[in-house]
């Protein structure tokens, strides 16, 4: 009999490197996707079968965290072996636009799901695993964090995924639930969300490089992160739900990097250098050379600039994780460094731009966007 797992947040980043992970091991896939009124199953239509497929492994369900009704629905059909509950109002600068939403979906969320369980009379067979964040930390009240490290939420979306962190460890302890939360640390990969600020630096180098942007805007340029490649991150997520005994864990890199590093090592893999001048809300990043001879930038050319607009109402400063008990005791270990993601994210955006760049070059109007 093949595994199922269930997964929520099947359309996103992680949901996408999951659901091929755990095809590979021969599982039958299970996600829940949001109606939309456009596709949003870009990251995982490579993945699908049809639905006229008898052989299917990957089943899409309509479903929303803020609807119990459909997740017991879906759950009592499907009868999961593992649940990966990674759906999510994931963006932290969003979250302060819509707190209620995101308390509803990624905290409550969180709570329908591990009710669902219950209310099936799924607690032994079923396992889940909760998608907790480093964003959990906040301000800063030791380094390197570890599972011990008490939490200071900065956020509506870290306040709500506190709840849904502690209703988990919760239902474990109160039901024997095999329950864990994954506090992992931020992860990127060429199908991070257009908006993070890795993938926005990325798309912004390509653009850039090719003509059809002319500068960067970005926020805090001194944030520090822990940033690893999701496709690690899921290996994780999967052994977490593999273990004699339900745990937490604390997955990270444990070397931490400045937003401001990050996008001079994503410029740099396209030939440019930047140099930054200026502070907070001035500061500016010029480009020194550009030994592309493909890339027409003139060297002294402001190519970043920051906008207070992307500035946060309280920032989290400091990540720097501590994987030792991930280390140890799942085995786990990163096979990406940072300049390999860096590389990585890069060339794959610089793959997308170039149709836009052809276009524009055959004399089709192109916007010229500031992002
Ligand atoms: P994404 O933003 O890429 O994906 C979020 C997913 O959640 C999407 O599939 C989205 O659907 C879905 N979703 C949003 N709201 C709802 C809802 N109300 N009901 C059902 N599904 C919903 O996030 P990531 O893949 O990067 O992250 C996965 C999870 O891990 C999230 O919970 C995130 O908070 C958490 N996390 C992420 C980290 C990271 O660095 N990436 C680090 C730590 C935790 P749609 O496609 O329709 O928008
Ligand atoms: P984060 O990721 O908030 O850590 O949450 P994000 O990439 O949005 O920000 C990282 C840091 O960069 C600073 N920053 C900017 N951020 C964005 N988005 N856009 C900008 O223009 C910009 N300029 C500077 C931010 O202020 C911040 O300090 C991510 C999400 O995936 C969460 O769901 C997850 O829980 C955490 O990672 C771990």
């Known amino acids: 009999m093949k595994k199922k797992a269930l997964l929520t947040g ?6 996408a490197y999951l659901t091929e992970l755990l095809l ?3 599982y039958e896939v299970h996600g829940i996707k949001r109606r939309s009124s456009l596709f949003n199953t870009e990251r995982i239509d490579h993945l699908y079968h049809d639905p006229h497929d008898t052989e299917r492994n990957m089943v899409l369900h309509f479903g929303d965290l803020s609807d119990s009704t459909n997740l017991i629905r879906i759950v009592q059909q499907v009868q999961p072996d593992e649940i990966y509950n990674l759906g999510a109002m994931s963006h932290v600068k969003v979250s302060f636009d819509t707190p209620e939403y995101t308390a509803n979906a990624d905290g409550i969320g969180t709570l329908r799901l591990l009710e669902a369980i219950r209310i099936l009379g799924l607690e032994k067979k079923t396992r889940i695993y909760q998608a907790s964040t480093s964003e959990l930390y906040g301000l800063v009240q030791a380094v390197p964090q570890s599972e011990t490290t008490p939490f200071y939420p900065r956020s509506p979306y870290a306040v709500a995924k506190l709840y849904a962190y502690w209703i988990t460890v919760n239902y474990r302890e109160a039901y024997g639930m095999y329950a864990c939360n994954g506090i992992l640390f931020n992860h990127e990969s060429p199908l991070r969300g257009e908006t993070f600020v890795t993938r926005k630096i990325t798309r912004a180098v390509a653009k850039i490089a090719m003509g059809l942007q002319d500068k960067l805007f970005l926020g805090n340029l001194d944030a520090q992160r822990d940033w ?9 997520m999967y052994l977490i739900l593999q273990q004699d005994q339900p745990e937490d864990f604390v997955i ?10 990050f996008v001079r090592l994503a410029f740099a893999e396209v030939g ?47 990540l720097i994780g501590d994987p030792s008990k991930s280390t140890s005791k799942l085995g786990w270990k990163p096979k990406y460094n940072l300049q390999q993601l860096v590389e990585e994210m890069v060339a794959a955006d610089l793959e997308l731009f170039q149709k836009e760049r052809l276009l524009k070059e055959a004399g089709y109007a192109i916007k010229n966007q500031f992002e």
């Open 10 to 15: 099947v359309t996103g980043q992680d949901g």
């Open 24 to 26: 590979s091991k021969g």
């Open 228 to 236: 690893g490649h999701a496709k690690d991150y899921v290996e994780a």
């Open 252 to 261: 990270a890199t444990g070397v931490t990097t400045r937003v401001r590093e």
């Open 272 to 318: 440019i250098e930047v140099a930054f001048k200026g502070d907070g809300a001035d500061e500016k990043g010029y480009v020194v050379y550009c030994s592309n001879p493909d890339f027409q930038i003139e060297p002294g050319k402001e190519i970043v600039s920051v906008d207070p607009r992307y500035f946060r109402p309280t920032e989290v400063e400091l």
